[in-house]
């Protein structure tokens, strides 16, 4: 997160070039969503309306990186979002998307102490490659939002010869179809 608890601001001006006024330089979409993998807020504003234009960004990324093969989200999420936003109904799609993210990170946050504190279970063999594995699939899931004390670092990429990714790939169709289910 920013200094202070503040979003890092991005000036959006008539041009549609993005300003960050952190650094003062431009940056594209691929700069902004790499802010956010490290743990960063941001706020994406029109110079001239002062509008809010963060959501809109934030789905072109989403929407750009599904188009170049880098799917997150199941053919079925992405039609029932379709379907919460069509109907004249209050849908509740959004507030569980909110509140099932805010459980995996929460969830996630505590086993992720749990391993690390003075558990027996840190004596296993093979428990350093599956902390790995949890700490790269979490960083895919979420982004990488750091562990106590405040540290943003990311975890250590992954093997050389892709286990890590095989499992994340597992993982992450076997929470696919859960969500699926819960339709």
Known sequence: MAQGGKPLLIKRYAS?????????????????????RDGREVQIVDLKSGDDLTRQYLLQIIAEHESRGESVLPVDVLNDLVRSYMTGNVSVVPEFLKNSFDMLRDGQTRVMENMTSMNPLTKMPGFQVMQKQQEAFMKAMTGWQGGKGGDTRPPETADEDGEDLEAIKRQLAELQEKLSKLK
């Open 16 to 36: 549609r070039r993005l300003y960050n006024t952190e650094t003062s330089d431009y940056v594209t979409l691929e700069d902004i969503a790499g802010f956010i």
